[in-house]
């Protein structure tokens, strides 16, 4: 409970959070691939469909994701 008050989480909590993350990012991706239309972006010269933008964000954050919880794996000594 103290970790919490301070803006931390135990490393059991992390544990088990962090398949359900990975798992709403992959939901989440794939409401994003049905739901945008076909819309498209000039990025560095190039048309890039909107829909493969947000899916590249998305995967900016599973990668935080995997880090931050590598990361703390390896401050606890584990795994």
Do not use: C, N
Not at 29 to 39: E, H, K, Q, R, Y
Not at 43 to 72: H, K, P, Y
């Amino acid at each position: 409970m103290r970790d919490e008050q301070q803006g931390t989480r135990s490393g059991s909590d992390l544990e088990r959070r962090y398949p359900v993350a990975l798992a709403m990012y992959g939901v989440l991706a794939v409401l994003v691939w049905f739901t945008i239309g076909d819309g498209s972006v000039i990025a560095m010269g190039r048309r890039v469909e909107v829909r493969w933008v947000v899916e590249f964000i998305l995967a900016m954050l599973v990668f935080r994701t995997v880090m931050a919880m590598q990361a703390d794996r390896i401050r606890r000594g584990g795994k």
